[in-house]
C-alpha cells in the first residue's frame, strides 16, 4: 500500500511535532516524518514530542527514535506510550530478570530477538518491571555477549589448546556431515543479510588468514612475548567477530577455520553459507589422512579435488 501521508497526524489532523538532536539519526527520520504530515521542531517545544536513540540517556516522556520508523513499516499511527523509553535514573535489573530474559528468548531465532514484535509481547505478559525497549536493550548489550564470550587469555598457550580440542572433535566427525549445521544456520542468517551482498561483502579485514603470520608460517627463532600478545589478541577479536555476526559459539568458530585451513574469508563465507567460496569443498578428516600419505597418485587426486594451491596451504596449516 502507498505511505499515508496522514501517518504523523493526531485525530483531531494537527501535524504531529517531534524534536530530535542534530546528527545522523535526524538526517534519516526528517524524510520520512514530513512524508508522514509530521513537523521537526528546531528547539525543543512545549507538546512536541521528544524523540531519543535507544541507549542514549533520556529524560522523563522521551519517545525512542523507532516510533518513526515503526509506524512507516506498519503504516499506520501506533500509541506513544509503547515508545516511552526509560529515564536516567531506571531501576536496576535484578538477577531474577537477567534469568526470566534469557529463559524468555531461548529457542527464538536470530531475527526475532532482533526486532521488536518478540520484546513488546514480553512487555504485555508483565514479565519484567522495564519497557519492552529496556529488555530488549538489556538482552542484545549486555546478556547476549555473556553467552558468547570468547576466553579472556593473552596466553598462546591456552589458545593451543582451545584447537587441540576441537581438532580431536574435527577428526571424529564424519566429513559427509561436515557443514550440516552451518548450512542449517546459513538459511536465517541470510534474512538479515541486504539483498545486494555478495560474496565479497563478506570479508572482515585486509588479511587472508586469522591468525598473521602464524599458522601458514613457521617462525624461526623466540618471539616476543608482545608480538604473540598482539598475535593472539587479533585470533580472539575475529572468533569474537564471527560468533557475534553468524550467532554461534566459540566453538563452531573454531571447527571452521579448521575445515578452512585458518582462512579468514573462506571461513566467514563457510559459516554464513556451509560452502567454501572458491567452490572447493572443505577439509575432513579423510583428506587430512590421505594427505599424509607419500603417494604421488593420492596427492594428485587431492590436488584435482582442491586446487594446488589450497593443498599446498593444507600441508603447511596442518605442519604449523
Same mark, same amino acid.
Given at each position: 500500500?502507498?505511505?499515508?501521508?496522514? &501517518?504523523?497526524?493526531?485525530?483531531?489532523?494537527?501535524?504531529?511535532?517531534?524534536?530530535?538532536?542534530?546528527? &545522523?539519526?535526524?538526517?534519516? /527520520?526528517?524524510?520520512?516524518?514530513? #512524508?508522514?504530515?509530521?513537523?521537526?521542531?528546531?528547539?525543543?517545544?512545549?507538546?512536541?514530542?521528544?524523540?531519543?536513540?535507544?541507549?542514549?540517556? #533520556?529524560?522523563?516522556?522521551?519517545?525512542?527514535?523507532?516510533?518513526?520508523?515503526?509506524? *512507516? @513499516?506498519?503504516?499506520?499511527? &501506533?500509541?506513544?506510550?509503547?515508545?516511552?523509553? #526509560?529515564?536516567?535514573?531506571?531501576?536496576?535489573?535484578? =538477577?531474577?530478570?537477567?534469568?526470566? /530474559?534469557?529463559?524468555?528468548?531461548?529457542?527464538?531465532?536470530?531475527?526475532?530477538?532482533?526486532?521488536?514484535?518478540?520484546?513488546?509481547?514480553?512487555?504485555? +505478559?508483565?514479565?519484567?518491571?522495564?519497557?519492552?525497549? !529496556?529488555?530488549?536493550?538489556?538482552?542484545?548489550?549486555?546478556?547476549?555477549?555473556?553467552?558468547? @564470550?570468547?576466553?579472556?587469555?593473552?596466553?598462546?598457550?591456552?589458545?593451543?589448546?582451545?584447537?587441540? !580440542?576441537?581438532?580431536?572433535?574435527?577428526?571424529?566427525?564424519?566429513?559427509?556431515?561436515?557443514?550440516?549445521? *552451518?548450512?542449517? &544456520?546459513?538459511?536465517?542468517? @541470510?534474512?538479515?543479510?541486504?539483498p545486494g551482498e555478495t560474496?565479497?561483502?563478506?570479508?572482515?579485514?585486509?588479511?587472508?588468514?586469522?591468525?598473521?603470520?602464524?599458522?601458514?608460517?613457521?617462525?624461526?627463532?623466540?618471539?616476543?612475548?608482545? +608480538? +604473540?600478545?598482539?598475535?593472539?589478541?587479533?585470533?580472539?577479536?575475529?572468533m569474537e567477530h564471527f560468533?557475534?555476526?553468524?550467532? *554461534?559459539? /566459540?566453538?563452531?568458530?573454531?571447527?571452521?577455520? /579448521?575445515?578452512?585451513?585458518?582462512?579468514?574469508?573462506?571461513?566467514?563465507?563457510?559459516?554464513?553459507?556451509?560452502?567454501?567460496?572458491?567452490?572447493?569443498?572443505?577439509?575432513?578428516?579423510?583428506?587430512?589422512? =590421505?594427505?599424509?600419505?607419500?603417494?604421488?597418485?593420492?596427492?594428485?587426486?587431492?590436488?584435482?579435488?582442491?586446487?594446488?594451491?589450497?593443498?599446498?596451504?593444507r600441508i603447511l596449516f596442518? @605442519?604449523?
Amino acid at each position: 500500500a502507498a505511505r499515508s501521508r496522514s &501517518l504523523f497526524l493526531w485525530d483531531d489532523g494537527r501535524p504531529m511535532r517531534f524534536y530530535l538532536r542534530p546528527g &545522523l539519526a535526524k538526517l534519516r /527520520l526528517a524524510p520520512l516524518v514530513l #512524508a508522514g504530515g509530521g513537523r521537526l521542531c528546531r528547539v525543543q517545544e512545549p507538546g512536541a514530542v521528544l524523540l531519543v536513540q535507544p541507549g542514549e540517556a #533520556a529524560p522523563d516522556g522521551a519517545v525512542s527514535t523507532e516510533y518513526v520508523t515503526e509506524c *512507516v @513499516e506498519r503504516n499506520q499511527r &501506533l500509541p506513544l506510550e509503547s515508545f516511552l523509553l #526509560a529515564a536516567r535514573g531506571r531501576l536496576a535489573f535484578t =538477577e531474577a530478570e537477567d534469568a526470566a /530474559l534469557l529463559q524468555a528468548v531461548r529457542g527464538q531465532g536470530t531475527v526475532r530477538v532482533s526486532g521488536r514484535a518478540l520484546w513488546i509481547e514480553l512487555e504485555r +505478559s508483565g514479565l519484567t518491571r522495564h519497557s519492552w525497549q !529496556a529488555m530488549r536493550d538489556r538482552y542484545l548489550r549486555h546478556l547476549r555477549p555473556r553467552l558468547w @564470550e570468547p576466553p579472556q587469555t593473552e596466553d598462546p598457550t591456552q589458545i593451543k589448546g582451545l584447537f587441540a !580440542a576441537a581438532n580431536r572433535e574435527f577428526e571424529s566427525t564424519e566429513s559427509e556431515s561436515d557443514s550440516s549445521d *552451518v548450512a542449517e &544456520l546459513s538459511t536465517q542468517d @541470510e534474512v538479515e543479510r541486504s539483498p545486494g551482498e555478495t560474496a565479497s561483502d563478506l570479508k572482515t579485514g585486509p588479511k587472508d588468514s586469522a591468525f598473521p603470520d602464524v599458522p601458514l608460517q613457521r617462525q624461526e627463532g623466540p618471539k616476543s612475548t608482545c +608480538s +604473540s600478545s598482539n598475535v593472539v589478541g587479533e585470533v580472539v577479536k575475529t572468533m569474537e567477530h564471527f560468533m557475534e555476526k553468524f550467532a *554461534v559459539d /566459540l566453538f563452531t568458530v573454531t571447527q571452521a577455520f /579448521l575445515k578452512n585451513s585458518g582462512d579468514m574469508e573462506a571461513t566467514s563465507y563457510f559459516l554464513q553459507t556451509g560452502q567454501r567460496l572458491d567452490g572447493y569443498p572443505v577439509w575432513s578428516r579423510e583428506d587430512d589422512l =590421505e594427505l599424509q600419505k607419500d603417494d604421488e597418485h593420492v596427492r594428485n587426486k587431492l590436488i584435482a579435488k582442491f586446487g594446488a594451491e589450497n593443498v599446498a596451504k593444507r600441508i603447511l596449516f596442518r @605442519e604449523s
